[in-house]
């Protein structure tokens, strides 16, 4: 499955990129992230991280790692071990005084048990309602940051 999403948050484009290329920032956003730990890499693009999800089926690992990288415009993450495989590529831009941030992402139900693994339309829906609610938050937690910045 592929799903596009976009959202405008009232902040400066470079503090939404900074918060969304530290993927150590997701469990406070992405209602099914418990934990997300860097395992190595000392710059973005060669960054591998532990991410812990809560799933319907239960808890979930995958490793992943910053697959693309462009300086206060662009990054991506995609998992290379795990269930559920998954590309989230994140685009900022400015608009009208404030920052377009464009989610698209891939992922499928791969290694999931029994029935889940089956659901697709319908899961598929859930999902992307899922996600443009997470983005909705994650906007909530940068303009609320932002605001108290210019205090």
Request: glycine share 6%.
């Amino acid at each position: 499955m592929t799903f596009h999403l976009t959202t405008t948050i009232a902040a400066p484009p470079q503090t939404v990129f900074d918060f969304v290329s530290d993927l150590r920032t997701m469990p406070r956003w992405y209602s099914a992230v418990e934990s997300v730990h860097l395992l190595e890499g000392a710059t973005p693009l060669t960054a591998i991280y532990r991410v812990r999800r809560r799933l319907p089926t239960g808890n979930a690992e995958n490793e992943v790692q910053t697959s693309a990288y462009v300086p206060s415009t662009e990054v991506a993450f995609t998992s290379i071990t795990g269930p559920t495989p998954f590309t989230y590529r994140y685009r900022v831009s400015p608009i009208s005084g404030r920052t377009q941030l464009q989610l698209d992402g891939s992922i499928t139900t791969a290694g999931l048990p029994g029935p889940a693994g089956l659901l697709g339309p319908f899961a598929e829906q859930l999902f992307k309602r899922g996600m443009q609610d997470n983005l909705q938050q994650l906007a909530s937690i940068i303009e609320r940051a932002s605001r108290f910045a210019d205090q």
